[in-house]
């Protein structure tokens, strides 16, 4: 979810972006934009770090670790949509 949003206000902007699933790499790109964006890049980083791990059977995320993770991606979608004039 937060990947998608992050694209999508790179779109907005006409800025260029590679082929990623990389939440930091994409939020870096947007700083420019929005720097006050920054306070994002410790859940971008936990989101990531959570794509990875629990990607493929065998690990899952505690019910903890999913609550964060859920909290974090609707922080950053209140945000961007915000940015981009979108209902919340």
């Known amino acids: 979810m937060a990947e998608k949003h992050f694209k999508a206000r790179l779109c907005e ?7 990623t699933h990389d939440l930091v790499a994409l939020l870096k ?3 420019p934009l929005e720097p006050m964006w920054s306070v994002f890049l410790p859940q ?3 989101l990531a770090d959570n794509a990875v791990d ?3 059977p065998g690990d899952s995320a505690t ?9 974090n991606c609707k922080s950053i979608r209140r945000e961007v949509r915000s940015s981009l004039g979108l209902p919340i």
Do not use: D, I, Q, S
């Not at 019910?63 to 909290?71: F, N, P, S, T």
């Open 13 to 19: 902007a006409g800025v260029a972006f590679p082929k």
């Open 54 to 56: 629990f990607r493929y």
């Open 63 to 71: 019910l903890a670790e999913a609550r964060l993770a859920l909290k």
């Open 44 to 46: 971008a980083h936990l």
């Open 29 to 31: 790109l947007l700083l």
